[in-house]
């Protein structure tokens, strides 16, 4: 992960906030003996005395869930709308192309849940995203036993409480502002996920261009 100043959200709210807006994960660990294991899955973010956890299910006797049995260090990637930035919008274009995206990290150790548990979460699960629609067929308290019966002993729910949190806002925070401006116009122009990118990108453009202060070069290293 970039670690420049720049290119990070300082604000936890809008870090939180985007957990909430992009919470299909990517979710990684490993074995003991070093082999990988990857899966990707929809995430809830509780916060609890001040702590941050994230909650979720995945199949059991998979590899991942084996692996984290076995050694429960995870990390979690939650991602947001990206698009390539071409170095010809620059006022300079004589220097290399890049990428914005954004993205937030968050380590911890898997703590695996009871039954009982697993049923609270899936209530809490279903019922968000039915949008609070507690008469919606698929409301887990709505699901028929024969289907729960089957579909819960082959999942096990899970807890990471976060001791790393990091993330980048990767969003050109480090072109002078007629680059920045001409960035936004082409993205906005190609539509899709760069547009979304652009929207990010002139919701910080007052903070990062304030009125009457000279835009300095020297803060950035590239």
């Known amino acids: 992960m970039y670690h420049f100043s720049y290119f990070k959200e300082k604000d936890k709210k809008i870090i939180l906030d985007f957990i909430e807006m992009n919470p299909f994960a990517f979710m ?3 074995y003991l003996s070093g082999g990988q294991v990857a899966t990707q899955i929809p995430v809830l973010l509780e916060e609890r005395g001040g702590e941050l956890y994230l909650q979720g299910h995945i199949m059991r006797n998979t590899d991942h ?3 984290f049995v076995e050694n429960p260090n995870a990390l979690l990637v939650f991602t947001g709308p990206s698009c390539y930035v071409s170095a010809s919008w620059y006022s300079n274009p004589q220097i290399g192309s890049t990428w914005n995206y954004m993205s ?4 911890g150790k898997v703590s695996f849940m009871t039954n009982e548990e697993l049923v609270a979460f899936m209530r809490k699960l279903t019922l ?3 949008k609070g629609n507690s008469e919606s067929l698929t409301f887990y308290d709505n699901l028929p036993d024969n289907f729960l019966n089957k579909m819960m002993p082959a ?3 899970f807890e990471i409480k976060a001791e790393q949190l990091e993330n980048t806002f990767k969003l050109s925070q480090n072109r002078d502002e007629k680059s ?4 936004i116009m082409k993205l906005e122009e190609q539509g899709g996920s760069s547009a979304l990118v652009a929207g990010e990108m002139r919701k910080r453009k007052a903070a990062l261009f304030p009125s009457g202060v000279e835009w300095d070069a020297s803060k950035f290293d590239s």
């Open 28 to 30: 990684t660990g490993s």
């Open 65 to 67: 869930h084996k692996a």
């Open 104 to 107: 937030v990290h968050v380590a």
């Open 128 to 130: 968000k995203f039915e």
């Open 155 to 157: 999942i096990v729910g």
């Open 180 to 183: 920045y401006d001409n960035i």
